[in-house]
């Protein structure tokens, strides 16, 4: 099946519906629906790329599935939890992009290590994937993250070290060492530009930083988490989410809107904005605005927001009251708040899923006219796709972000704020 084929309208809905949360001063954007997934009978907790054709959901079901982006055929369940499945990773070798195996997590406080093998032989199967269940992180993990080829982070009621075949390196007993922090980590992030670190996210208004030692025992390379600071506090609202956008930036995101642009050089923030708080098209929306950001090209970021999702620019302008505006607004994608996000870069498609159930895909079927000369802009052009407009007519120049050397990296230059 052709990409253009996965595209239809949904039944007694008019072209005009579609794009009615479009804005009267932003461009008009063609996307749509794609397709309308079905397959888990509970809402879905997460959305991860396998590869270019392949994406795997973790769901309230108890189950995780895996999908062909190309046909939204589902490939293969994953079932054997005993409660919710959390969160899934799909693990990579240094070597290529090719996943060898998955991670899922559940509430009945299991990691299960499952086994993928080539597309043509995954239709069909399911329970004789898993290769292992791991139990010995004492909690419920909320998000997984691999860190190289051999070692994954998992946050939860703990944060873990593992190799990626499920064997413990390390503990950090948080609820021993803390006393102030809310809840579980929910987030953690990869830090690129220091030594070997990790930064966490729960319910707290504060990020956490850890590093990560390694000592040499029987021959083996052993690693373990060792707490380093809390970052500057930037509000009093929990952190809902965090988002790698380059080696040198990631964000964070608290419920009502503020979005954070932290420096993984320094630790500091570079940019505060708000996606969406206190706009007046958004009066009937809740409290809860932000529960997950997907970042895209180093520079774009998908947002949900409630049960739809925006665009952002985040080298774009804000407004008098530093709010960011949007490249594209869908605020009713879903019947219920979206829970994640993930865009398909290669084929300039979003996915979506909610608390309905539903996984949707989301693009345009009409790809823009462009310049084959233009290059080193793919990421640009795969936005540009998705939205259907041109982010860089002939008539403006696009300013390209600008980059000073700092320690001998690239780093946006961005002028440091101060939150407080």
């Not at 809310?182 to 953690?188: D, L, M």
């Amino acid at each position: 099946m052709s990409f253009r084929n996965l595209f239809r309208k949904r039944p007694d809905t008019k072209v005009e519906d579609i794009h009615h949360d479009i804005q009267d001063d932003q461009p008009y954007n063609p996307y749509t629906e794609a397709r309308l997934l079905v397959g888990h009978t509970d809402s879905v907790n997460q959305i991860a790329k396998i590869d270019e054709k392949r994406f795997v959901t973790a769901s309230n079901d108890k189950t995780a599935v895996v999908w062909d982006s190309e046909t939204g055929h589902r490939l293969c369940v994953l079932s054997g939890h005993e409660g919710p499945v959390t969160c899934v990773l799909p693990l990579k070798d240094d070597s290529s992009t090719e996943c060898s195996s998955v991670m899922t997590a559940s509430t009945d406080m299991t990691i299960r290590v499952w086994e993928l093998n080539s597309r043509e032989s995954f239709e069909g199967l399911e329970e004789q994937f898993c290769k292992r269940v791991v139990t010995e992180h004492n909690g419920v993990v909320h998000c997984l993250v691999q860190l190289n080829s051999e070692l994954v982070c998992s946050g939860g009621t703990n944060l873990c070290l593992w190799n990626k075949s499920g064997e413990l390196h390390h503990i950090f007993d948080r609820q021993s060492f803390f006393k102030d922090e809310r809840g579980p980590i929910h987030s953690v992030l990869k830090l690129d530009n220091r030594n070997f670190g990790v930064v966490t996210a729960s319910h707290y208004h504060r990020l956490s930083v850890y590093d990560i030692n390694t000592s040499v025992a029987t021959e083996t390379n052993r690693f373990s988490l060792q707490f380093v600071s809390y970052l500057e506090e930037c509000g009093e609202e929990p952190i809902s989410c965090l988002v790698s956008i380059s080696g040198n930036l990631f964000a964070s995101a608290a419920h009502k809107g503020g979005v954070v642009l932290w420096s993984t050089n320094s630790l500091r923030p570079v940019k505060v904005f708000n996606c969406t708080a206190q706009q007046p098209s958004r009066s009937l929306l809740t409290s809860v605005a932000i529960k997950q950001i997907q970042a895209v090209g180093e520079r774009y970021l998908f947002v949900t927001v409630a049960n739809g999702f925006e665009v952002y620019d985040v080298i774009g302008q804000e407004d008098g009251q530093g709010r960011l505006k949007p490249l594209a607004s869908h605020l009713n994608a879903h019947d219920c708040a979206i829970t994640y996000l993930e865009f398909v870069e290669s084929r300039s498609l979003l996915v979506t899923a909610a608390e309905d159930n539903a996984i949707r895909l989301w693009g345009s079927p009409n790809k823009l006219p462009r310049d084959t000369a233009d290059v080193n802009t793919s990421y640009k052009a795969n936005i540009e796709d998705f939205l259907g407009i041109d982010l860089n007519p002939k008539s403006k120049k696009e300013t390209p972000p600008n980059c000073t050397k700092v320690a001998g990296r690239d780093e946006p230059s961005l002028q440091t704020c101060d939150c407080n």
